[in-house]
């Protein structure tokens, strides 16, 4: 892959990855988002969707700083 200059707002989101990572991991395991095999679709889109608004619900939560300030020079 060729090496190029990668813009400063990106570099500094990957630096939270292991949030979204911590937030994915909580899902899968904590409210039991991965199913193996759903009958339909909408089954898997109601669980995915009610694993979210429990999320939502959760008191104690990762966070990412927003980072607007650095969006508007990119």
Same mark, same amino acid.
């Given at each position: 892959?060729?090496?190029?200059?990668?813009?400063? /707002? *990106?570099?500094?989101?990957?630096r939270?990855?292991?949030?979204? *990572?911590?937030?994915?991991?909580?899902?899968?395991?904590?409210?039991?988002i991965?199913?193996?095999?759903?009958r339909?679709?909408?089954?898997?889109?109601i669980?995915?969707?009610?694993?979210?608004?429990? /999320?939502? /619900?959760?008191?104690?939560?990762?966070?990412?700083?927003?980072?607007?300030?650095i969006?508007?020079?990119?």
């Amino acid at each position: 892959m060729k090496n190029s200059l990668m813009p400063l /707002y *990106e570099k500094l989101t990957l630096r939270k990855r292991f949030l979204v *990572e911590t937030v994915f991991d909580t899902l899968k395991n904590t409210f039991n988002i991965s199913h193996t095999r759903h009958r339909s679709p909408a089954n898997a889109c109601i669980n995915i969707l009610a694993a979210l608004v429990a /999320y939502a /619900y959760k008191t104690n939560k990762k966070t990412v700083k927003s980072l607007t300030i650095i969006q508007n020079l990119g």
